[in-house]
């Protein structure tokens, strides 16, 4: 609830200073074009809806995951106080759980790859609204990885379209003579991947352990360049 409150202030604040921004810049401030930008990050997944799923072997998801993201985009339209960009994103993440299988406890994983625009703003171009589209997947499993292999038992998967709107703030780029630095991100996905269940011999799951989908709140601490 804490990183969830933290990531909501961080959307508002974005918003309003880029906003800000905006405005200033369109009275007569001198514009800087962004030529491309990329990142990567380290990313926290925060998904209500995973917590809430009731399996039939017990158990929960944890209430944050961890993952790694990198994205890159290049200038489509640049404009007297702001430019835009288009470019591509690719997000792998996990979520541990207490839920014990046959082996191990249950993790969640995700994929997402996709296209998205970026809005850059801001006298430095150090602020962005983001919106973006792309294949979403994700399954519930087992991995026990040991040093003479690696076990996994997939109980449950399902791929979907994923839409996702957010907010960016570049620090590092708002310093005087630097192209790079330390960036916060948030993206909130909206995707319904349907019930989850599994129904084998020895199942964990269940037939019915709910449903998984959106909102899929992403918060993205990395390093960005330009």
């Known amino acids: 609830m804490l990183i969830q409150s933290l990531g909501t202030r961080l959307l508002v604040a974005v918003l309003a200073t880029a906003l800000f921004s905006t405005s200033a810049l369109a009275q007569g401030e001198n514009p800087r074009a962004t030529a491309s930008r990329w990142d990567i990050s380290l990313d926290l997944p925060l998904w209500p809806s995973l917590g809430d799923l ?39 993440a ?7 299988g ?27 609204l983001d919106a973006g589209l792309g294949y979403h997947e994700v399954d519930i499993a087992e991995v026990d990885s040991e040093w003479w292999g690696t076990r996994e038992l997939e109980y449950w998967s399902s791929e979907k379209a994923s839409v996702f709107v957010g ?10 003579d630097h192209d790079g630095g330390l960036f916060i991100g948030l993206r909130v996905h909206f995707v319904d991947f349907g019930r989850v269940s599994d129904e084998d011999f020895l199942s964990v799951f269940g ?8 909102p899929l709140t992403m918060l993205r601490i990395g390093y960005s360049g330009r």
Not at 112 to 118: A, D, H, T
Not at 167 to 176: C, I, K, S
Request: no cysteine.
């Open 54 to 92: 009731q399996p039939a072997a017990g158990g929960s998801f944890d209430a944050t995951g961890f993952g790694l993201g990198v994205s890159y985009h290049v200038p489509v339209a640049h404009f007297a106080s702001s430019d835009l960009l288009f470019g591509v994103d690719a997000t792998v």
């Open 94 to 100: 996990a979520t541990d759980s207490s839920i014990n």
């Open 102 to 128: 046959l082996f191990d406890s249950a993790l969640a994983r995700q994929l997402y790859l996709g296209g998205s625009l970026k809005w850059l703003l801001g006298e430095q171009r150090n602020y962005s």
């Open 167 to 176: 907010a960016t703030w570049d620090l590092g780029a708002a310093r005087p």
């Open 207 to 214: 037939p019915d352990a709910g449903t998984l989908d959106g």
